[in-house]
């Protein structure tokens, strides 16, 4: 029994057409790739800013935790908490002296004051071996702005890293 051109059977596959049963067209094939490789290519870019992003969110946070604790510690030398000499910023010395903290003379137990827990890592710092204090370019009270050295005391630290940030301004000018 015929109906439209096909045979009629007992299953499905009988009643198809032979022009049916057969796979994809070169022509199909090649239109999924394109398409696929065009959705990658646009993909790819978006995701290498979003990780940019992410590290100059996380370089932001670690840069207002650094120098949150530098002004804390500066705070402290001022309000007299921290002992200093005459000749001295009251920065302090090192970044490490922030996360093991020092012992306040004006308290009657004498607390260590604490500034940080843990040095955070410059993120665009290539060698992930140094320690967190060393990704860091410090610069001391008496150096100028322009051209940042490290001396005595730490005033302000920055990324060591040369690169440009995805709003123009170089990381290390942050």
């Known amino acids: 029994m015929k109906r439209d051109g096909r045979t009629l059977g007992h299953t499905t596959l ?3 057409d032979t022009r049916e049963m057969r796979g994809f067209t070169l022509i199909e094939v ?3 790739l394109a398409l696929v490789g065009l959705l990658a290519l646009v993909a790819l870019p978006l995701f290498e800013i979003t990780s940019v992003r992410v590290k100059e969110t996380e370089l932001k946070l670690a840069l207002r935790q650094i120098r ?4 804390a510690y500066k705070k402290a030398s001022d309000t007299g908490q921290i002992p200093k000499l005459a000749d001295e910023s009251g920065y ?4 490490e002296i922030l996360v093991n903290g020092i012992e306040n003379p004006a308290d009657p137990k004498h607390v260590r004051l604490v500034f940080l827990r843990r040095i955070p890592r410059d993120p665009f710092f290539q ?10 370019s410090l610069r001391s009270y008496g150096s100028p702005p322009d051209a940042p050295q490290p001396g005595a005391d730490i ?3 920055a990324s060591q890293s040369t690169r440009q940030g995805l709003n123009g301004i170089y990381y290390k000018e942050w």
């Open 14 to 16: 009988e009643y198809m």
């Open 30 to 32: 090649v239109t999924t």
């Open 68 to 71: 949150g604790a530098l002004d």
């Open 92 to 95: 302090p010395p090192s970044l």
């Open 127 to 136: 060698d992930a071996t140094l320690p967190a204090e060393q990704t860091w």
């Open 155 to 157: 005033f302000d630290i």
